[in-house]
């Protein structure tokens, strides 16, 4: 099982160029999960499905676009980059639905760098 | 703004002996409380889950919640320098789909 795939694992972008992070998972999760991990801040959300075919904005949705594409992908676009969002980026998804418990189950992450 | 607080450290023990991390959070809705391990350029993975007040153990492992105190802590006995890692406080919110994330303790083990 792969579990949860991203891609790119690397990426460098100049300020204003657009991009899509793609992250699909094969566990049959129905919740996806981005976020993105900066030094001493910990992981911040950036958006969520909590099931296929909807979306929420997360702490820090700004500058971003989410599509949920299919229960198994969910991808993340930064339309113009700035500087602020040179960041590793994860993917994470998660079995839950409405009232259960469970735990994220991460991808290998994006390091992505603006210049 | 809901918040999961951790102390940042760095945590240094030697190897042998217990390791203590706390956590707070602000959302009292919260149900669900989970300790991730991340080893430095890898991403998170989880260690344990706590949804009931008290303690839970998982061999080397013990997760402890208050929830009348909003606090969630982990405890590692015999702490090993595999143990060198971020470990990361996260906390399912009151509307049971958003997990929000400590800054993370850094604990570093000396052989």
């Known amino acids: 099982n792969a579990g949860v795939t991203q891609t790119p694992k690397f990426q460098v972008l100049k300020t204003g160029q657009s991009m899509t992070l793609q992250c699909a998972q094969d566990?049959?999760?129905?919740?996806m999960y981005w976020y993105r991990q900066d030094p001493g801040m910990g992981l911040r959300l950036i958006y969520y499905?909590?099931?296929?075919?909807?979306?929420d904005k997360g702490e820090v949705p700004n500058g971003y676009n989410v599509s949920r594409l299919n229960k198994r992908e969910f991808s993340l676009r930064l339309e113009s980059a700035a500087p602020s969002q040179t960041s590793v980026y994860f993917c994470?998804?998660?079995?839950?639905?409405?009232?259960?418990?469970?735990?994220?189950?991460f991808g290998n992450g994006t390091r992505l760098t603006v210049t | 703004q809901k918040e999961v607080e951790q102390n940042s450290g760095p945590l240094s023990v030697p190897e042998g002996a217990i390791a203590s991390l706390n956590c707070t959070y602000s959302?009292?809705?919260?149900?669900?409380f989970f300790w991730y391990r991340q080893y430095s350029g890898k991403s998170p993975e989880l260690i344990m889950f706590?949804?009931?007040?008290g303690d839970k153990e998982d061999g080397r492992f013990t997760a402890q919640l208050n929830k009348a105190s909003q606090y969630v802590s982990l405890l590692i006995r015999d702490s090993q320098p595999s143990d060198s890692a971020t470990y990361l406080c996260?906390?399912?919110?009151?509307?049971?789909?958003?997990?929000?994330f400590g800054a993370g303790t850094r604990l570093f083990v000396k052989a």
């Open positions: 996260a906390v399912i919110d009151t509307g049971g789909f958003k997990t929000i």
């Open positions: 959302d009292r809705g919260s149900q669900s």
């Open positions: 566990m049959n999760h129905n919740s």
């Open positions: 499905s909590a099931s296929e075919g909807t979306t």
């Open positions: 706590i949804y009931s007040n």
């Open positions: 994470a998804s998660s079995g839950s639905s409405v009232g259960a418990l469970s735990p994220l189950h």
